[in-house]
Nanobody, 125 residues
């Protein structure tokens, strides 16, 4: 059974940085496109970033372009999200996600085969 475990969330001031990690076990990591989604209170879960199984292609939501960087290490079965210049509106629970196929131009919730449990990111103003 595939298991995704996130770490690295926390409380940070606006303008600060955090790095999230997601360790994957129980499956063939390199088979999956990996992504990050987030969900703020009262809002729907939204796409943040994705990385192709090869690591050669990445995709970002417009709201995080230029500030966040997604990467993966297939040798360590881990995907990362480096978040810089954080803003209060980035506050949310961040979820790691694994998808075998991406059916549209951008990874969507409907594509996800496996989810992590989520990690809280809080950005204070």
């Amino acid at each position: 059974q595939v298991r995704l475990v996130e770490s690295g969330g926390g409380l940070v001031q606006a303008g600060g940085s955090l790095r999230l990690s997601c360790a994957v076990s129980g499956g063939t990591f390199r088979n999956y496109h990996m992504g990050w989604f987030r969900q703020a209170p009262g809002k729907e879960r939204e796409f943040v970033a994705a990385v192709h199984w090869t690591g050669g292609r990445t995709d970002y939501a417009d709201s995080v372009k230029g500030r966040f960087t997604i990467s993966r290490d297939n040798a360590k079965n881990t995907v990362y999200l480096q978040m810089n210049s954080l803003k209060p509106e980035d506050t949310a629970v961040y979820y790691c996600a694994a998808a075998l196929w991406i059916t549209a131009q951008t990874m969507g919730v409907k594509d996800i085969n496996h989810w992590g449990q989520g990690t809280q990111v809080t950005v204070s103003s």
